[in-house]
């Protein structure tokens, strides 16, 4: 058995829009039974909130359990900003139709990050947490959380293998990692039916030549988008570079700052010196 790589869109939205693989990752992941009516891929909602045009590549709702369950898989832009305005908008979009401010269908939004994360923008700090639970809940001044929401936001990122990670958290994760790193033998828990039901519809086997052509002009896009975003970082760092060197610092501290080699801040500088 060799599997299809879960870090391309194609194969990621073809095994996790069954239905048995749906309910039981949700199962597993958020630990509540879920029977959705259907299961949407590229869900937007008209008229769109505020001034972002936003996308849920898996989107279903149980209307008996009030419960609306996002999927968002990313392999790049490990941006968390974005995700929260996913998963707030999911629970805003609610007000259209309410006549007060109860909000009365609880929200799950799972983020599945399939490259490693970056240094926080914010923090100039490095995560790395193969699972993290973000909810919605105060706590009061003893430190204790009362459960006011029921709304959370996941994030799931296998390239951090943790010894404390909950197998119902871990037979996801390695699905996810071993179709990556280790397609033509991985090593994932098959008695889990959810994994294994996965792994039989992203089985090469079971790949249509119709679903080989989309997944490679999918792997496509996303190196052209990976590029034009190396390019605008890049931009970017030239841009603080300069800036650095109107200060008092030495090319040196300027390299450690931005990654460019002391000789490229000499060229800049150089540059700088003739305008």
Known sequence: MILARLDNEVFFKKAFTDRIVFKAFVRD?????????????????????????????????????????EIQKVEYDHNFDRFLHY???????????????????????????????????????????????????????????????????IYLNPNYKGTDTPQNY????????????????????????GVRRATEIVSYENISPEEWEQAKIEASKRKVIRLEREEERYEAKIEIAKNLLKSSLSNQEIANYTGFTVEQIEELRNDHRKE
């Open 29 to 69: 992941i958020v630990g509540i039974e879920v029977d959705p009516v259907k299961i949407e891929t590229e869900k937007g909602f008209q008229p769109k909130l505020g001034n972002i045009a936003f996308k849920y590549d898996i989107f279903a709702e149980d209307t008996q359990k009030r419960v609306i369950i």
């Open 170 to 193: 871990r037979d996801w994760l390695d699905l996810i990692y071993e179709s990556i790193h280790n397609a033509e033998n991985p090593q994932i828990n098959i008695d889990n039916e």
């Open 87 to 153: 998963h707030l908008q999911a629970i805003t979009e609610q007000q259209r139709s309410a006549e007060d401010y109860s909000v009365e269908k609880t929200v799950y939004t799972i983020v599945v990050m399939t490259a490693p994360y970056k240094i926080n923008a914010k923090t100039k700090e490095l995560y790395k947490d193969e699972v993290l639970v973000s909810n919605l809940n105060p706590k009061n001044l003893k430190g204790l959380e009362r459960k006011i929401f029921n709304h959370e936001l």
